[in-house]
């Protein structure tokens, strides 16, 4: 039971450059989330989905698209990096309001 | 700005002491959670409380509800080195919109 996968683990990208972040969940999960977190700070929530085929804006979207065409699969992407949107990135699932399940994070630097 | 605020933001104690930790929120909530983290990995989730519960126990860990004054708060009990770590508070929603707070730091020392 892999729980939540999140890949490439660490990327580093020049300004202006796109990239895709990967999240896979093996847990049947209805609820999928992505999140940044800066140092010092708390994780702030970019989108999230609440099934196949939906996604919704959280609390800081701009420069951030995604995707869940699958249920077990949530993508981020970036389609013009920015050096501002270097940070850790995690993904995470959940039934419906009950325990979150977090990946283990990926470092993107955006020099 | 973010739903959830813990306070403090740093907390320094020794070995066998315990531990306070505040959360306060902004709007209403279907439960709360706390996570932990330790340095460069993800959040695990710790306990649930709902907003129609006052009081959880797991361990070591116990926790509070307040909903008509939009706080919980974390109490570790007799801490040890290895629960130095980052403690995250995340208000849920009706809407199951999770909202994390920016987290107190806790370092134990032995």
């Known amino acids: 039971n892999a729980g939540v996968t999140q890949t490439p683990k660490f990327r580093v990208l020049k300004t202006g450059q796109s990239m895709t972040l990967l999240c896979a969940q093996d847990m049947n999960h209805e609820y999928m989330y992505w999140y940044r977190q800066d140092p010092g700070m708390g994780l702030r929530l970019i989108h999230y989905?609440?099934?196949?085929?939906?996604?919704a804006k959280g609390e800081v979207p701009d420069g951030y698209n995604v995707s869940r065409l699958k249920k077990q699969n949530f993508l981020l992407g970036l389609e013009s990096a920015a050096p501002s949107q270097t940070s850790v990135y995690f993904c995470?699932?959940?039934?419906?309001?009950?325990?979150?399940?977090f990946g283990e994070g990926s470092w993107l630097t955006v020099v | 700005s973010q739903q959830g605020e813990e306070d403090p933001q740093a907390l320094s104690i020794q070995e066998g002491e315990n531990a306070t930790m505040n959360c306060s929120y902004k709007t209403s909530i279907n439960n709360l959670q706390w996570y932990r983290q330790n340095s460069g990995r993800g959040l695990v989730h710790l306990i649930l409380i709902r907003s129609n519960e006052r009081e959880k126990h797991s361990g070591r860990l116990r926790v509070t509800l307040d909903t008509s004054k939009k706080s919980s708060s974390l109490l570790i009990t007799a801490s040890r080195a290895a629960d130095t770590a980052s403690y995250f508070c995340?208000?849920?929603?009706?809407?199951?919109?999770?909202?994390f707070g920016a987290g107190t730091r806790l370092f134990v020392k032995a």
């Open positions: 995470a699932s959940s039934y419906a309001g009950n325990t979150i399940y």
């Open positions: 995340a208000s849920i929603t009706g809407g199951f919109k999770t909202i």
């Open positions: 989905s609440v099934g196949e085929g939906t996604t």
